[in-house]
């Protein structure tokens, strides 16, 4: 009997080990990253440098532009920001005069590259900094267009939370 009750007590302790030794690898995001994620938080725009250019098919005029504008706080409120959640979920908001719109949708990053909207950016984040860049190029727009070309140079965004 003292081998059956010494046998229960092993088998008892071996299974609380071995339950305590199965806690969640999950970090609580749904498979996103969670708080491991560099990018899950809230980030304001705080420069943005573009390179465009359009080439009309009649040859008439071409027209390039570059673009460095910076962004800040406006009546209390950032002018652009972006919300990335742990679920893979974004909000991103701007204030466009006094009115502040907003989109939602899901994102995916990996690696160095954020996805959005359809749209694939280089990222580089070092500690509460981080900067995107993207190119673009369109043909045949409308008929008139032969040719677009946009560069985002850079965009610099500041961690608020």
Known sequence: MKHIRKFYLLLGALLCFGLAACGSDDDGDGGGGGNSNPIVGTWRLSELKTDAWID???GSESQHSISTKTYGMKNGVWENT?????DGSYKYSYLD???IYSQTGYFTF???QITL???TYNVSISGDVMNWSHEA???EMHGMISGMYYKMEYATW???N
Do not use: A, P, Q
Not at 82 to 86: A, E, S
């Open 97 to 99: 005069g006094s009115k």
């Open 137 to 139: 190029s369109r043909k």
């Open 117 to 119: 909207s359809g749209e």
């Open 158 to 160: 500041y961690r608020v």
């Open 56 to 58: 009309y098919t009649d």
């Open 82 to 86: 972006y919300t990335f959640n742990g």
């Open 110 to 112: 990996y690696g160095s």
